[in-house]
């Protein structure tokens, strides 16, 4: 169920930033760059039926949308860290084998 909730390429990213607090949209497609704004919609709007995520809409001119964690999406937050710290380990062991590949090949 978890899975479901939070599977797709970006949602766990996008809670990731979220934990922080309220991000305006344009934050959040500057902070995950390589996401498509259509991208982007999609999964909020899918966080956002999950209950995960609250879109606020501020009546301002031009409008100002804000997105945060709900109480359910902040539940997430162990979860969602563990997901990112063994993410930076894997990248490091993957940079570091790389390092050692490379020291092979030129020996």
Known sequence: ??????????????????????????ELKRRLSKVTQRMLTRQLRDLEAAGLVIRTVYPEAPPRVEYSLTVLGRSLEPVIRVIHNWGDAHLLREENGRIDESRRTTN
């Open 1 to 26: 169920m978890t899975l479901d909730l939070i599977c797709g390429k970006w949602k766990a990213a996008i809670i990731y930033q979220l934990l922080t607090g309220a991000v305006r949209f344009s």
